[in-house]
């Protein structure tokens, strides 16, 4: 008898052992292909492996039929081959099969990622394919509007300490990616391309709305070695972003990097500080492909009035920007103001002025070239004039051969512009 008590207990005890320093969960799979669905594997690899453990996707594509979340949780993920969300516009605009996790505008997510302490490794081959030509030609000529339930193709919601390496997608359909309600998260190596090839819409842009990325409510984020060609903002930073770090960004086609639109939400501030962009080369692309290159870095709020409700109108909202510098860029015959602050967005003539706040903005170092004479041109509001815009060899000469010209209003101090351009 008493040595039977003691078996037992040695038991238990090993038990113990062997659980405290048994080796984490590893997980291995292909893809199924022949026309078959891999999201149940895929679910079941990240709910077995996702937790303490790794997971490995050697090459191909992974047919994914529905929306997916990602609980990762001391983790790792290799992810070699493209998650290939099926190209059924129909079945995925129909809200309850998408996320709305990201507040900003209502907009929808087919795939969202969510933890602490993980990577996920694309090894430069692997990630998503969001088969996006269907999208854009079904919507080539049908109207477009923010929170209509076009998927963001890859989002990180409530993330603390994760990073994405070497990530590939491959056409998205809306959104690229979407930081959102997270802290402590680089993303380095990334590659996002939308380029319509349907022949019916050659020369126009059907793939607006494809940003890189927006970030919204995020801190300490960084977004290194980044390769986007999309059809609208290559960066958007919207509310509540702070210590976020661009650096070595290629930005082909699109409308240039934004800071907004900020102020949709008349009851919440919004909040962008310590922005930093670093490296940045705009390339235009050929016009059949691509036709718009539109700015370097454009900053804009809504007004100070409320003109109806997000997602598609809105205004009214306060809060503040400042502490961003952009520094060492280079814009390939940009079409329009190179660097361009306005507070008028989504406004009417006669509204009350934005009370949101630029201040302490930096640009240093820009080359290369603009089909408009307006270089600079920033439109603050009359209601919170802004202090301290600095500029340092902001050297983008205009296509034309016109004089570059520079304008600025409501600025309480400024430092670089060529004397006369500012009501200072
Ligand atoms: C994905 O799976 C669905 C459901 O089984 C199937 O109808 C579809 O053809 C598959 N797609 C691919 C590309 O294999
Ligand atoms: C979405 O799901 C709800 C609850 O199951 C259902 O009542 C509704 O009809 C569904 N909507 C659509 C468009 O399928
Ligand atoms: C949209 O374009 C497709 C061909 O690309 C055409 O079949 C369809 O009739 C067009 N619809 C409208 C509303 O113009
Ligand atoms: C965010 O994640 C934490 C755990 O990491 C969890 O406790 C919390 O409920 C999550 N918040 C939301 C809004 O999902
Ligand atoms: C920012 O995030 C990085 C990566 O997770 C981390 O190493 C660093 O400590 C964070 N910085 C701050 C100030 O929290
Ligand atoms: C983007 O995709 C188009 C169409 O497939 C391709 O021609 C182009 O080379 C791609 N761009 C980059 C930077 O890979
Ligand atoms: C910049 O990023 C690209 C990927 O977009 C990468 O190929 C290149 O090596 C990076 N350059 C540096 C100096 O890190
Ligand atoms: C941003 O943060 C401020 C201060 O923490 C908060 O009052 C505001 O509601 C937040 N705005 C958004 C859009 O979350
Ligand atoms: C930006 O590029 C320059 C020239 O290629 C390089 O010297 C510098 O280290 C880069 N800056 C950063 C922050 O990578
Ligand atoms: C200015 O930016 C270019 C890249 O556009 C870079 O090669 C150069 O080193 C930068 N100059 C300084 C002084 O940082
Ligand atoms: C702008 O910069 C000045 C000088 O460095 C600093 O005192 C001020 O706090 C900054 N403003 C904001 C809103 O961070
Ligand atoms: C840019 O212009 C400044 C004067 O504003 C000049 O000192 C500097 O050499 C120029 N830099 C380049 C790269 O042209």
Redesign the pocket.
């Known amino acids: 008898m008493k040595n039977l008590v003691f078996l037992v207990l040695l038991t238990a005890c090993e038990l113990i052992l062997a659980a405290s320093t048994s080796k984490p969960s590893t997980c291995t799979l292909r893809p199924l292909g022949n026309g078959r669905d891999d999201t149940d594997q895929v679910e079941a690899a990240i709910s077995r492996c996702g937790k303490h453990g790794k997971t490995t996707f050697q090459p191909g594509e992974y047919n994914i039929t529905r929306k997916m979340t990602w609980e990762l949780v001391d983790s790792t993920v290799d992810l070699h081959g493209l998650l290939s969300f099926k190209p059924d516009v129909e079945y995925w605009l129909n809200a309850n099969n998408t996320y709305r996790v990201v507040f900003i505008q209502n907009q929808a997510s087919w795939f969202v990622i969510t933890g602490n302490s993980f990577t996920i490794n694309g090894h430069n081959t692997g990630g998503i394919n969001g088969n996006g030509q269907t999208w854009w030609s079904f919507y080539g000529n049908r109207s477009r509007s923010d929170g209509d339930g076009r998927p963001i193709a890859f989002t990180l919601s409530n993330v603390t300490d994760g990073t994405v390496r070497d990530f590939r997608i491959e056409s998205q359909p809306f959104w690229c990616n979407t930081v959102a309600d997270s802290k402590n998260v680089i993303y380095d190596?990334m590659?996002c391309n939308a380029t319509n090839q349907d022949g019916t819409y050659a020369g126009q842009n059907i793939v607006p709305n494809t940003d890189g990325i927006n970030t919204y409510r995020s801190d300490n984020v960084s977004l290194l070695?980044?390769?986007i060609t999309c059809g609208d903002d290559c960066l958007a930073i919207k509310g509540n972003s702070t210590n976020i770090l661009a650096k070595?960004v290629?930005c082909r086609g699109g409308n240039g990097i934004a800071i907004g639109s900020l102020g949709q939400y008349v009851n919440l501030n919004d909040i962008v500080d310590h922005v930093q962009f670093e490296n940045v080369t705009m390339l235009r692309l050929d016009p059949k492909l691509q036709p718009n290159m539109h700015s370097g870095v454009y900053l804009k709020t809504w007004t100070g009035s409320v003109n109806g409700v997000p997602p598609t109108g809105g205004g009214g909202g306060g809060g503040y920007v400042s502490n961003l510098v952009a520094n060492n860029f280079k814009v390939d015959d940009l079409d329009s103001t190179v660097i361009h602050l306005y507070q008028t967005n989504g406004g009417h003539s006669g509204d009350a002025p934005s009370t949101l706040q630029f201040s302490n903005l930096t640009f240093t170092n820009w080359t290369g070239s603009s089909r408009s004479a307006k270089i600079v041109d920033l439109e603050c509001s009359p209601a919170v004039p802004c202090p301290n815009m600095v500029f340092d060899s902001v050297n983008v000469t205009v296509s034309s051969g016109q004089t570059p010209s520079f304008t600025c209003v409501n600025v309480v101090s400024e430092s670089g512009l060529p004397a006369g351009s500012c009501n200072v």
């Open positions: 190596g590659y070695n980044w390769d070595n290629t």
